[in-house]
């Protein structure tokens, strides 16, 4: 059973869960360890995820990362520790190799969901693929870019609502993407709660976000059957080296997984 399988073999939801970028080896276990805490009693299948780096920043001075194989390093060690899989981000087919050394399950930017090599490279290591809907697609549009992991040979494939861009500066989503995406692409569909609350293309060249409304996001999400929950969340987003400004604080995981069991709960009986 590969990673993907192993979450989506569960009753409810699981969830995609951690820092947008490894800062380094005690935060990350910090927030691993808390998010197993808070997901185990609930039965919650949970992955880790950290980006060993940060490709897509708006600013030459953003924070990019501690170096790969060190950021590498820390999100294997913290798979091993936890027994969860681990999730990250690649950016360029070269970095696929790389990556799946050390992770479970290789995740495809919004914004790189189109680029066939980067798609066909990461299908190619046998790891399972998260692709991110582009925030300029359609929903249904996404099943040419599953299509592409599928033809590499590799069937263990998922792709993740995270919002349509919605003029300069905000982003909707659309929620009826959810079954369009489950009937179109034939695979898990998850929504990330914290990205669909970004306000990208600020004039200071830092994301902006609405963290306060990520558990309305989730919660509409688990309603319209997502069958994952992707979020970002740090002890401390004020002062996270990454998209600090829409991450939900750790301390506020437990209660927030806890509405969204129970909502599930409820549905599930009728």
């Not at 390093?73 to 790389?98: F, K, Y």
């Not at 479970?104 to 046998?126: E, K, N, S, Y």
């Not at 437990?254 to 009728?270: G, M, N, Q, V």
């Amino acid at each position: 059973m590969n990673a993907l399988e192993q979450l989506h073999s569960a009753p409810g939801f699981f969830l995609i869960a951690g820092p947008c970028v490894i800062e380094g080896e005690e935060m990350a276990f910090e927030i691993g360890r808390h998010i197993k805490q808070v997901c185990e009693p609930l039965g919650i299948p949970f992955a880790f995820k950290g980006s060993y780096r940060k490709a897509n920043r708006s600013r030459l001075d953003s924070f990019s990362g501690i170096g790969d194989i060190k950021a590498l390093t820390i999100l294997s060690a913290v798979g091993r520790e936890l027994g969860v899989p681990v999730v990250t981000d690649i950016h360029q087919p070269e970095e696929a190799t790389m990556a799946a050394d050390f992770v479970d399950i290789l995740q495809i930017p919004a914004f790189l969901c189109r680029q066939t090599d980067l798609l066909t490279a990461a299908a190619m290591t046998g790891k399972p693929v998260n692709i991110k809907k582009g925030q300029f697609l359609s929903p249904e549009s996404m099943r040419f870019a599953v299509d592409k992991v599928r033809s590499a040979g590799n069937d263990a494939v998922a792709v993740t609502e995270r919002g349509t861009t919605f003029g300069y500066g905000d982003l909707v989503v659309d929620f009826r993407g959810v079954p369009r995406m489950q009937q179109a692409c034939q695979c898990p569909v998850i929504v990330d709660c914290t990205h669909s609350l970004q306000q990208p293309n600020t004039a200071g060249g830092v994301t902006g976000g609405c963290p306060e409304l990520i558990e309305t996001i989730a919660r509409a999400a688990v309603v319209t059957g997502a069958d994952g929950i992707f979020l970002e969340t740090h002890p401390h987003p004020e002062l996270a080296k990454s998209d600090g400004a829409n991450m939900l604080h750790l301390s506020l995981l437990e209660p927030l997984l806890k509405h969204l069991a129970a909502i599930r709960r409820t549905i599930d009986t009728f």
